[in-house]
């Protein structure tokens, strides 16, 4: 079992940055590959960031590939998400997901086991 918390969310001015975490319990952090993903009201979750166990490559949506970044700490059991230039576009309820097993796809969410309970992240214009 992995349990999974986020925390960063919050208001911001569209051109502002956040950074958002998730903490991990457990000591297998490291045998998952781990994403963000995000949900708008009235919209399906979609894939946002990625990141495999190592931290060698990761993965990004093109609406936020250069605005974002996905990154991990595999001694805190902690995976980030770094957003700048945010836009209201972004805004949603931002939530991390961690997969034993991608089969190859990192951005479907059918492939994480785990997930967090979510974050807002609000962006004003």
């Known amino acids: 079992q992995v349990q999974l918390v986020e925390s960063g969310g919050g208001l911001v001015q569209a051109g502002g940055s956040l950074r958002l975490s998730c903490a991990a319990s457990?000591?297998?952090?490291?045998?998952?590959?781990m994403g963000w993903f995000r949900q708008a009201p009235g919209k399906e979750r979609e894939f946002v960031a990625a990141?495999?166990?190592?931290?060698?490559?990761?993965y990004y949506a093109d609406s936020v590939k250069g605005r974002f970044t996905i990154s991990r700490d595999n001694a805190k059991n902690t995976v980030y998400l770094q957003m700048n230039s945010l836009k209201p576009e972004d805004t949603a309820v931002y939530y991390c997901?961690?997969?034993?097993?991608?089969?190859?796809?990192?951005?479907?969410?059918?492939?994480?086991?785990?997930w967090g309970q979510g974050t807002q992240v609000t962006v004003s214009s």
């Open positions: 457990g000591r297998t952090f490291s045998r998952y590959h």
């Open positions: 997901a961690a997969s034993y097993s991608w089969s190859g796809r990192h951005y479907y969410t059918g492939d994480y086991d785990y």
């Open positions: 990141i495999t166990r190592s931290g060698g490559s990761t």
